[in-house]
């Protein structure tokens, strides 16, 4: 329901925008965005992993908004940008509820079609870097520590670019991203997730914590 009443949103405010629609400039920008971030696999259960005596609560993050801020370049034929995304989230976890922040740096890229209407549709690749720090998120010897998780990704989408003007333009996208994270920290030596284990002395687990993430995006971007 959340997800369509978002897209029933970004399709009125293309709508309500296009009689404002005119040339824009090219140049470097400044992007301001929300997301809807839908996570899946790892990140939709509630999951505990081993490094012997040391418990690493694995947190299920609820679909939700969250807000970006990015800085790229504009051209005739598409723009890139560095964006940075954060989310915050109150999670269940086997010691009680807890903060966790979800943070990603993404390198996006686009290349338009129809590149002579104020409306040009893209598609979009990128990579994104993703950090996941859980207050609390892990238990060592009685002790509570906090957990955090690197990774690593790819993304890709589509979207269209509306141009409100000289300076301002309007970005609305559907991206998926594959996400990797390959280490765990708990207030120590980073261990690396595929040799920890389901159990304190039971199997390895064996692969990388994985999630793939439905994310729909509305942003407004400044020309500079």
């Known amino acids: 329901m959340a997800r369509r009443a978002l897209t029933a949103v970004l399709l009125l405010a293309f709508v309500s925008a296009a009689s404002a629609a005119g040339p824009g400039r090219d140049g470097p920008f400044l992007l301001l965005s929300g997301q809807f971030l839908d996570f899946n696999r790892d990140l939709n259960r509630n999951l505990t992993l081993w490094h012997f005596e040391k418990a690493f609560y694995v947190p299920r993050l609820e679909r939700g908004g969250a807000w970006s801020v990015g800085y790229g370049r504009k051209s005739y034929n598409g723009s890139w940008d560095v964006s940075f995304l954060r989310l915050r989230r109150t999670v269940a976890l086997e010691n009680g509820s807890r903060a966790a922040t979800y943070e990603a740096l993404d390198l996006n890229g686009r ?55 000289p300076s301002v333009f309007l970005n609305a996208a559907v991206t998926y991203r594959w996400i990797g994270f390959l280490y765990a920290f708990g207030e120590g030596k980073g261990r690396d997730i595929n040799d920890l284990r389901t159990e304190p002395m039971g199997p390895e687990f064996g692969r990388l914590l994985r999630t793939d993430v439905l994310t729909l995006t509305l942003g407004v971007g400044f020309i500079l």
């Open 111 to 165: 290349s338009f079609f129809l590149k002579k209407l104020p409306l040009r549709p893209y598609f979009l690749g990128g990579i994104t870097l993703p950090f996941l720090r859980v207050k609390g998120g892990s238990f060592y010897r009685g002790k509570t520590l906090n957990a955090s998780y690197v990774g690593a990704g790819l993304q890709a989408g589509a979207g269209l670019h509306l141009d409100l003007g």
